[in-house]
């Protein structure tokens, strides 16, 4: 399985910028795709995931800020950020599991730095 993220890059605080990643492979069964980050010296984080039926989770830092979305026909996640905030600034990770005979398989994207001005 391949993720192939874009849509990152330099914004101001306040602005917007809308992450896409699709995916492409050996796709059997995603259970659910998801965005993670990471800013240098951080642990990586859950931003937002959403499951093949449209149930998402948001992280608190992200909430009201952060919209992801999916299209199930074409293996795609995006993330529209608004609101953008200096913290915001990281490495964004596309996720992706499925079920392959009964067991979980997580796949990740190479990443799409983000960074947010102040």
């Known amino acids: 399985v391949q993720l192939m993220e874009s849509g990152g890059g330099v914004v101001q605080a306040g602005?917007?910028?809308r992450l896409s990643c699709?995916?492409?492979g050996s796709i059997f069964s995603i259970t659910s795709m998801s965005w993670y980050r990471q800013a240098p010296g951080k642990q990586r984080e859950l931003v937002a995931s959403i499951t093949r039926g449209g149930s998402t989770d948001y992280s608190d830092s992200v909430k009201g800020r952060f919209t992801i979305s999916r299209d199930n026909a074409k293996n795609?996640?995006?993330?529209?950020?608004?609101?953008?905030k200096p913290e915001d600034t990281a490495v964004y990770y596309?996720?992706?599991s499925q079920l392959i005979q009964s067991l979980k398989y997580t796949y990740w994207g190479q990443g799409t730095q983000v960074t947010v001005s102040s």
């Not at 795609?76 to 953008?84: E, R, T």
């Open 15 to 17: 602005g917007s910028l």
């Open 22 to 24: 699709a995916a492409s």
């Open 76 to 84: 795609a996640v995006n993330l529209q950020m608004n609101s953008l």
């Open 94 to 96: 596309c996720g992706l």
